[in-house]
């Protein structure tokens, strides 16, 4: 509500501002500022009001000016931004042009240095017998970044809940203290020396806040670090451990005698090496099994139905078309029943439209199938072309092992299509599949507990580990000691962290490769790196031209994969110049900032989850409405609506019309419903019944609600959910009787006979049908039809077998005259 009151009132002031515009701009416009995480400091000089009753106003404002003129080069040392004088105060930010990890301690610093200075003031104001004094309030949080009223160049301020905190901060501070937040205390305490206060209350705060004193520098200060990605390829150090763990593995494929495949569970937490480790291994498990094809396919989260297993379906027709010189991949297809025999050739025949559905070769073809009917059609024939593979590949004495990596994001049919094949394969030529997924997700969960595993999960690297690593990348006494002890400290063994910060150290031109050496040019171990994972990925792209971070922050719009026409059209629709965008993808592709698909050009991805994430939360609310209604615009020019229904409705949903998402959601549900994949079009759906609640509707919408509940009544009989299933029945007959539309009545009323057979409650089932066929306006209809077949089946099971064959034999004669019309 409070999201609908703010568009409401910034609509109408919209409106107020354009009445007085000279001219009227049609293109979209994007509002100019970010969100972004940042250090906020206040100042406050205390006795300016006592001074001010006893100077001439000019003495007053020279003493003054200078006192801040000195303040503001205190900040801007610091890598501050000053914000705003405001009388006998300062604003200052630090981070808000470019993000560091050290934004608290270089705030705090500012703070130190202005008390030092005002120290030097005072002993040159002793001679007027003047003294003044300050109050120094900081906290860390996010705020927007943005121009306000008439936008002047380079010019922002920042607002938000932090810089209200910040400021009371300042007001509640000890004189000549600084206070600061406990968000600011956790990024400094190894550095500053600080001071509990306990909580205090804090206006405009419902709790009391958490406050610390900084007392002034540590002894010995504990430098933080930052994570960022060196190079496309480091090199790999130890694991010695888990490497003779997985080399045991292969060797014991290699010798299996059973026809189950072997399991290998390889866990960690992001960026631990899983994936580092394993091709590794594979590389030299290669170099000794000659005849040993490996398959890998990576999960992506919203990849379509089938995407894992369609991916090693793929790879599969390659294998086989190297191997007889044929290239089309629809023949490969249909002669690969020749390596199947009996009944397994003739489903594989029947089953082949599917797997050419799924390959994306031509549709599904025509069927009255259910959604289970058509998953178990699915499933069949991707096991038995896998079968047909498999034997094909025994006449080379070829074996193969299947590699699963980011499992955690595998979508659902594939997951359970996988299953399906553990449980009903006999597998001659497949060693083994191994898993790979974060520490937090077990896939063993799914797997059958007839199958040999083995789990495996990756620990931080040691201290001479990530030094080695660092040395075989850079070489040896490249870093200064104290900033590779700060470094080191701070990795925590996370070699994917260390490659990150020496990526940042590149970009920043403190870290120079030199002929036949890297050499260090930066300061001092104090040099400003992100103290977040956020706020390291944030200055990546701080560190951007200006065209390529409008150029990622667009691309972070349409998801962690983008595709390249979209982000075009995009351009296009907010004027900009489109003529670089490929320059633009290849140079950030050279910055390890995404990756281009190998099989698909136009497709790239984003090489962390997390860049995405970051790179999209600093835009504006404002802004990403507007690029979410454009990208689902661009992708209705670019591609059919049906292949693109849940992309199309995701953007209009995230937009400031979500009400369009609702014909392309339906669409979207309706698809995933039929691949029964019901658990991940349920949350979809119910954000449309959502959109279509607590306000009146309209012809139009009261269908797309009529549709909606329609899919959920399937997806409640398909996951045996009877309380929900009961639940919108109800809600489909008080809608149809709401609108005292027949068809609508009578389609509810069929629905809830067949719930009632379900549930066996024959006679009240026999009584709801009976009610139908009273409808008159669905008289020898398919309706009409489905209302004698259930009389038919709960006369049936209620033993009145003529009754039965009556209305079952009525049943057959309507279907084959509304089949012959």
């Known amino acids: 509500m409070e999201q609908k009151w703010l568009d409401d009132f910034t609509a109408e002031l919209?409106?107020?501002?354009?009445?007085?515009?000279?001219?009227?701009?049609?293109?979209?416009?994007?509002?100019?500022?970010?969100?972004?995480?940042?250090?906020?400091?206040?100042?406050?000089?205390?006795?300016?009001?006592?001074?001010?009753?006893?100077?001439?106003?000019?003495?007053?404002?020279?003493?003054?000016?200078?006192?801040?003129?000195?303040?503001?080069?205190?900040?801007?040392?610091?890598?501050?931004?000053?914000?705003?004088?405001?009388?006998?105060?300062?604003?200052?930010?630090?981070?808000?042009?470019?993000?560091?990890?050290?934004?608290?301690?270089?705030?705090?610093?500012?703070?130190?240095?202005?008390?030092?200075?005002?120290?030097?003031?005072?002993?040159?104001?002793?001679?007027?017998?003047?003294?003044?004094?300050?109050r120094i309030g900081i906290n860390f949080g996010t705020v927007v970044a943005a121009p306000v009223g008439k936008e002047r160049p380079g010019d922002f301020t920042a607002y938000g809940d932090a810089v209200n905190l910040a400021s009371r901060l300042e007001s509640n501070a000890p004189v000549g203290k600084i206070?600061?937040?406990?968000?600011?205390?956790?990024?400094?305490?190894?550095?500053?020396?600080?001071?509990?206060?306990?909580s205090i209350p804090v206006k405009g705060k419902s709790e009391p806040v958490s406050v610390f004193t900084v007392e002034g520098p540590s002894e010995r200060a504990i430098q933080r670090w930052e994570r960022s990605l060196l190079c496309q390829k480091s090199p790999f150090v130890n694991r010695v451990k888990e490497k003779e763990q997985i080399k045991h593995y292969f060797q014991s494929l290699a010798s299996k005698l059973t026809d189950s495949p072997e399991i290998l569970l390889l866990q960690g937490m992001p960026g631990i090496g899983k994936s580092r480790l394993l091709y590794e291994c594979v590389q030299a498990c290669s170099d000794t099994q000659n005849h040993l094809m490996i398959f890998q396919s990576r999960c992506i989260p919203y990849g379509p139905s089938y995407y894992s297993l369609s991916s090693f379906i793929l790879q599969g027709i390659e294998f086989i078309s190297k191997r007889t010189g044929k290239n089309d991949v629809k023949q490969i297809l249909e002669e690969l029943a020749q390596e199947l025999a009996g009944k397994d050739k003739e489903f594989y025949?029947?089953?082949?439209?599917?797997?050419?559905?799924?390959?994306?070769?031509?549709?599904?073809?025509?069927?009255?199938?259910?959604?289970?009917?058509?998953?178990?059609?699915?499933?069949?024939?991707?096991?038995?072309?896998?079968?047909?593979?498999?034997?094909?590949?025994?006449?080379?004495?070829?074996?193969?092992?299947?590699?699963?990596?980011?499992?955690?994001?595998?979508?659902?049919?594939?997951?359970?299509?996988?299953?399906?094949?553990?449980?009903?394969?006999?597998?001659?030529?497949?060693?083994?599949?191994?898993?790979?997924?974060?520490?937090?997700?077990?896939?063993?969960?799914?797997?059958?507990?007839?199958?040999?595993?083995?789990?495996?999960?990756?620990?931080?690297?040691?201290?001479?580990?990530?030094?080695?690593?660092?040395?075989?990348?850079?070489?040896?006494?490249?870093?200064?000691?104290?900033?590779?002890?700060?470094?080191?400290?701070?990795?925590?063994?996370?070699?994917?962290?260390?490659?990150?910060?020496?990526?940042?150290?590149?970009?920043?031109?403190?870290?120079?490769?030199?002929?036949?050496?890297?050499?260090?040019?930066?300061?001092?171990?104090?040099?400003?790196?992100p103290t977040t994972i956020e706020s390291l990925l944030l200055s990546r792209i701080d560190c951007l031209p200006k065209q390529l971070k409008e150029t990622i922050q667009l691309a972070s719009v349409l998801g962690k994969s983008f595709d390249r026409k979209i982000l075009f059209k995009l351009l296009q629709k907010l004027e900009k110049e489109t003529e670089e965008l490929d320059n633009h993808l290849h140079l950030l592709s050279r910055l390890g900032l995404i990756h281009q698909s190998s099989t698909e050009p136009h497709q790239f991805s984003f090489t962390q989850n997390l860049l995405q994430q970051v790179v999209y939360n600093s835009l504006l609310i404002d802004n990403r409405?507007?690029?979410?209604?454009?990208?689902?615009?661009?992708?209705?020019?670019?591609?059919?609506?049906?292949?693109?229904?849940?992309?199309?409705?995701?953007?209009?949903?995230?937009?400031?019309?979500?009400?369009?998402?609702?014909?392309?959601?339906?669409?979207?549900?309706?698809q995933w419903v039929r691949d029964f994949r019901c658990h991940e079009a349920l949350p979809l759906l119910n954000q449309g019944l959502d959109l279509l609640k607590d306000k009146p509707l309209s012809k139009e919408e009261i269908n797309y609600q009529w549709q909606l509940l329609i899919e959920k009544e399937k997806i409640a009989e398909l996951v045996n959910d009877q309380q929900t299933r009961a639940q919108v029945l109800e809600q489909l007959q008080n809608l149809a009787q709401a609108e005292n539309h027949p068809l609508k009545i009578a389609l509810s009323k069929t629905l809830t006979s067949w719930f009632e057979i379900n549930l066996g409650k024959y006679e009240q089932a026999i009584r709801t049908a009976q009610q139908i066929l009273q409808i008159s306006e669905i008289k020898d209809n398919a309706i009409y039809a489905d209302a004698l077949h259930y009389l038919g089946l709960a006369h049936y099971n209620l033993g009145d077998y003529d009754q039965a064959k009556n209305y079952l034999n009525q049943t057959l004669a309507l279907r084959k005259k509304l089949k012959d019309r």
């Open 14 to 134: 919209q409106k107020i501002s354009s009445s007085r515009d000279e001219t009227k701009i049609e293109k979209p416009q994007l509002r100019a500022g970010e969100r972004r995480a940042v250090a906020i400091l206040f100042m406050d000089l205390k006795g300016f009001t006592a001074i001010a009753e006893k100077m001439d106003p000019e003495e007053l404002h020279k003493i003054i000016d200078h006192c801040f003129k000195i303040f503001t080069r205190d900040i801007e040392k610091f890598g501050g931004y000053l914000d705003k004088y405001e009388g006998d105060r300062i604003m200052a930010l630090f981070g808000a042009k470019k993000s560091s990890e050290f934004d608290s301690e270089l705030a705090v610093k500012a703070g130190l240095l202005m008390q030092s200075h005002l120290e030097e003031i005072n002993q040159v104001l002793k001679k007027r017998e003047i003294t003044l004094e300050m």
């Open 179 to 198: 206070l600061i937040s406990e968000e600011v205390y956790q990024q400094i305490k190894g550095n500053f020396k600080c001071s509990a206060l306990g």
């Open 349 to 529: 025949q029947q089953g082949l439209p599917f797997l050419l559905n799924l390959l994306g070769i031509q549709k599904y073809p025509d069927s009255e199938l259910d959604s289970r009917e058509l998953q178990l059609k699915i499933f069949l024939a991707i096991k038995l072309f896998f079968q047909g593979l498999f034997n094909f590949a025994q006449s080379t004495k070829t074996s193969f092992q299947l590699i699963f990596d980011d499992v955690q994001w595998m979508d659902i049919a594939s997951r359970e299509a996988l299953i399906f094949l553990l449980d009903q394969m006999v597998f001659k030529s497949l060693q083994g599949i191994i898993f790979i997924s974060r520490d937090d997700f077990d896939f063993s969960q799914f797997l059958p507990r007839t199958l040999k595993s083995l789990s495996i999960r990756l620990s931080p690297l040691s201290k001479q580990d990530c030094q080695e690593l660092i040395e075989k990348t850079i070489g040896a006494k490249v870093l200064p000691d104290q900033l590779l002890d700060n470094i080191l400290g701070l990795c925590q063994g996370n070699p994917y962290f260390l490659e990150e910060i020496l990526i940042c150290f590149q970009n920043r031109n403190y870290l120079v490769q030199k002929p036949e050496k890297w050499e260090w040019q930066g300061g001092s171990a104090q040099v400003p790196l």
């Open 625 to 670: 409405k507007i690029l979410h209604q454009l990208s689902a615009d661009a992708l209705q020019e670019v591609y059919p609506k049906e292949e693109k229904a849940f992309s199309i409705a995701h953007h209009y949903l995230n937009s400031a019309h979500p009400d369009k998402a609702l014909p392309h959601l339906l669409l979207a549900v309706q």
